[in-house]
């Protein structure tokens, strides 16, 4: 179910991006590529994650895996891919 706050979230979310593309607009192609550049380099530090852990799908549901990712511990991250054998 659909609360009100997540209206609120959907419908602010839906405004900031039509703020964000009337910014971008505004600015022009040589500002828009230096924004792009700044958020790529923050793509490795900023935005970057470390995993205590990578599991497979199976992996994942291991009853002893449950019990130590099921914690989540802070600073404890696992990630499940599900490409892995």
Do not use: C, W
Request: overall charge positive; aromatic content about 6%; hydrophobic content about 40%.
């Amino acid at each position: 179910m659909i609360s009100e706050h997540t209206d609120v979230a959907i419908v602010g979310a839906g405004f900031a991006g039509s703020l964000t593309a009337l910014v971008l607009q505004k600015i022009g192609r040589s500002e828009q590529a230096r924004l792009r550049e700044r958020v790529v380099k923050s793509l490795k530090t900023t935005f970057t994650s470390h995993y205590t852990k990578t599991v497979s799908l199976t992996e994942a549901l291991d009853l002893a895996n449950i019990a130590v990712y099921g914690k989540r511990a802070t600073g404890e991250k696992y990630l499940i891919n599900p490409n892995k054998a």
